[in-house]
Every structure is written in structure tokens, then in C-alpha cells.
RNA sequence: GGAGACGUGGCCGAGCCAGGUUGAAGGCGCUUCCCUGCUAAGGAAGUAACGUCGUAAGGCGUUCGUGGGUUCAAAUCCCACCGUCUCCGCCA
């Protein structure tokens, strides 16, 4: 949600930075206008609040004297007032309600360093490391649908009679690799960032405090019977792990990092990337998240940054990393970084992390602020999210890139304490 | 799932059953000042967030788990929801 004081004192400079994201900028003037009028109701009912205070004190002290009579009349005039507070009240309500709703639907300002452009294909690549295209054998450009199934450690067709499409079973030594990359994606971040473990499943009222709900409930898995939701990223939970809390300067910036599973219906891409892990319903994700101060948000977004990009590299997979267009950022970020990996049996390049500053965005919204050190008051945190690791893709792509010509599949070296003794998938007999 | 108790400021804890200068006693903690060779002890003052008006000082309003209701007036009465604790049941 954006600063409503920002919108009231510089309504062009917020219709600039959103029009970057190629994003409709009248909603704006109608907040201006709803808030103008919002405020000079509130004025006024809150005169009236303060007149009917007022008089109830006198009604009592009449009481307590006897006057029963005086006290009468005054609680007539009060009774009056109290009409029409409640009228002018029940109007600011409304208004206020409206420019919220009007306020959760526009998308955070774009940072100036953001790249301009509206759609992906202006988004600018950083860099691209390790990648030869013309280095690959040929054993290596098999998808890994066909590599995985012949080696029985991904099971689509049995996943997909008990869950329906879109939904994968790992076995045997997949699902192996897929803990020891869940484990390997904890551990290299254990130096910095608390590792929590929280609930899959949340309330509305959480999935509402980050935003994502109610714009994006078609995405979302609802348990009717106990109304939850099950949750499509961990930035739910950690966001809300502190929702509504004052946190002290000196815990800044506080790091946390969780692997959970998250789910996804997909709905707006049904019948795309349907092969193999490219999309499915549910995954495992270990995400980073940071909250901060505004001072810190530069370096802590670098720090995600590399740390996701990192494990990436170590092991051994071909990537690039994005720095995304304006009209490309989710709603929520300020800038954001992708980085993709290569998968060479799918031949394309996969999204296995999204590195989003977002400012005092969702802090505003989940109201969450720090107390500055020699400042009064409390300021709004800055937040910051990157998968960590997101297990379905990087699985994919470990299983093509090493592909051997044999057959087998080799583990990449970085992976090999967590495997038990396990440094390849044998060759299908 | 059943029965009961409860939810007050950074923390503890009164007030609620008899609604009325109670934004809320008292204590702890914290900040500043005084005293003191240092520390401890002691004394004084201050110590919520948010909204809005104001250059400011400050004014007004909202907030006693959340949301409704009753009333001239609600921390106090009523209803719903959320949560905590105790006992019983069930359970990995």
C-alpha cells in the first residue's frame, strides 16, 4: 500500500512512477479527491465526539447534584448531536473503506534504478555465467520428464491419479535429491538468517495482510470447512510473523529464512509448461526474507541476491541473472532481480528466484515499524523476499545438466554431504 | 469435541459484578536531572500508538483482544468472533 500523505502532497510523482509500470494512474486523483472529503468529515464528526463528551460529563455531574431536569434537557441536545455523528461517521467509514480498496489495488512505486520497459522482454540481463550453448552433448538436451521417468525417480502418472494434473511424486533417489537440496538451501544461509518452520496452512485474514487476497484468491488452495488457505509462498508467514508488531532498531535487519511446501492453482496458466516440473501445483521452496530499515534495504537486496545466486552457481548450473523491467515487477516490489537457470534438455531458461525490495509496501499494509534510535516515534520497515532455492527447476535442471552419456545422472559436489554416500542415479538397467 | 476461567499501556497488575473529570491506580522497566570519589542506594520529573488541525506550543479525536449493539455517556452492560489457561475426551 502506498504512503496516502505521498499522495496527498505530490499526487504527479506517484502518477509518474506507476504510469512506469504501464498501470492505469486515475485511481490516484480519486484518492485525492475521496481523501480530501474524508478529512473534512472526520473534522467534523470528531467536533461533534468532542461536544458529546462534553455534555455527558455535565449530565453526570447534574445527576450527582440532584438536577435531574437540567440533566434531561442536556441529554436531548446530546441525543441530537449523536445522530448525526453517527451519520457523519458511518460516511467517513465508507470513504475510508473505499479509498483503501482503491489504494490495495495500485502496485508499489518502481524504484528510479528500476530498467524502463512494461513487458518481459525488457527486462535487462546483468550477467550470464556458465553457459556455452554450443557445450552441451547431446546426452545432456533430454528433457528431464524423460530422463527422470526412465530412472523411476519422478512419478507423474500415479501423482496425477491420486492429486490430478499439474501435481508430481518423487521417488527413491529424486526425492533424496530433492531433501538434500531443501537441506542445502537452509544450511548455507544457517550463518545469517533464522530458520523457521511455520504453519502451511493460514487464515483470510493473513493471506489479507500480504496482499494476497482478495486480488489473487483464484490462485490460492481454500479449505472451506475451516477456512484456510494453503499458503503458495512462505513471504506469507514470515510477513505475518510480525504483523502488527513495533520492532526495536537493534534487531534490524532481522533475516529469516523457511522452507516450506507452496501451492499454486495456477489458474490463469492452465494447459502452459504442463511437462515434467516446469509448473505444478505444489513445491518446495526455501525462501529468504528480510525486514529492515530504509538505510539497509540497498545492501540486504544485494545480499539476497548473491546469497540466491550463489547456490545456484555452486552448483554448477548455467544461469543469468534479470534486473526486471518496471512493468514486470510484481506488485509489491520496488525492483526486483530474477534469476534464471538453464535447463538443457528443456532447452529454455527457468525462473528459479525472484529478489524483490518492497520498500514500506507491504510493511504499511501488515503494519509493521521500527523505532528509529534517537528518533521519536516509529517508522514503517522496509522488506525484502528471494527464493532461496526453489527445489522443482533446480532439480530439473541438475538432472539434465548432469546427465551423463551413459545414462546415469552424477550429483553435483556441493550436494554430496547431504546424499549419504549417494554421487550418482544409476543408468536405468 | 465437552466444562470452566480469562484477555487492560514495554512488562506486572488494579478498575468491570453498583456505566459518569479513568488514557486508565500502584509497581517494575526505561529516559533526563539532583545527590555521590566510582558503583549501589536515595530524591525529582518524564515515559503509548495512530489520525487530524496548527509554523510551533498545543487542541481535538480514536484505541483497555477484534467486530457489532445498548446508552446522553462503555475498559465497565449485551451479542458474535479470535486467542490464552485449567480439567475431561481424543491423538502423531
Redesign the pocket.
Known sequence: MLD??LI?TDPEAVKAAIARRGDDTSSIDEVVEL?TRV?AI??E???I??E??????Q???L??EGRGDD?AA???Q??A??EREKALSDEA?DLAATIRSLLLNVANMPAPEAPDGLTEDDNLELRVENFDPAGYADHQRVPHWEVAEALGILDVDRAVRMSGSMFVMYRGAGARLLRALIAYGLDRNRDAFEEVRPPTVV?TETMIGTGHLPKFADDAYHLERDDLWAIPTAEVPLTSMVAGE?LDQAELPLRLMAHTSCFRREAGSAGRDTRGLLRVHEFDKVELYAFCTPDQAQEMHMEILGRAESAISDLGLAHRVLDLACGDISGAGARTFDIEVFAPGADRWLEVSSVSWCTDYQARRANI?Y?PEGE????FVHSLNGSGLAVPRVWAAIIETYRQADGSVRMPEVLLPYLGGMTEIPAPA
Open positions: 496516502i500523505k496527498r481523501d478529512r472526520g473534522t464528526r470528531d467536533d465526539r468532542a458529546v463528551k462534553q455534555l455527558s460529563k449530565v453526570g455531574l445527576h450527582k440533566a442536556l441529554q436531548d446530546s441525543r448531536l449523536g467509514d487464515k513495533i515499524r523505532r521519536k516515534g516509529t517508522r
